[in-house]
C-alpha cells in the first residue's frame, strides 16, 4: 500500500516510539535490531546514540555500506487481536557523520526527551523510503 492509499499510514509510523530495522551484509546475513527514529522530510532517521553498546562499530552501520538496503517496521500488539496492526518502510540507506545530517539531529532531539540533555553524536542512518506495506487487522 502507498501512503496516498491510506493518508494517516507515514503519520502513524512516524508516531511509533520503536522500529525494528532490518539490514542484511554483503554475504546476506540478516541483522535486526530495535531503533528510535524520527522522520523528517520524508525521511527516516536514526543515530548511534550514547545507550551502552559492545562497539562503536555497528553491524547496521556496515550493512547499510555495504548494501544500501534498509527495512523498518512498527507495530501495535493488543491483547484484543481485532486491534492488531504493523507498518514497514523499505528504502535505500546511507551513513551519514553528524555534522551533516543536523535537521535529522535534531528531529530525534525533538521526538525523544532522553536526547534533551544528551544529542546523538552519531552516525546517522537515513533512509529514503521507496515503499511503504501495511497491515491492520480490522
Known sequence: MTPDL????PARFAQASVA???TVSADGTPHLVPVVFAVCGGMVYT???HKPKTTRHL????NVAATGRVSLIVDHYDDDWSRLWWIRV???????EAAAATAALDA???KYRQYASRRPAGPV???RVSGWREWSAS
Open 6 to 9: 491510506i493518508p494517516d499510514l
Open 47 to 49: 543515530a548511534v546514540d
Open 90 to 96: 523499505d528504502g535505500s540507506a546511507e551513513v551519514l
Open 20 to 22: 525494528r530495522m532490518a
Open 59 to 62: 553491524r547496521r552501520l556496515s
Open 108 to 110: 530525534l532531539v525533538a
Open 125 to 127: 542512518i537515513a533512509v
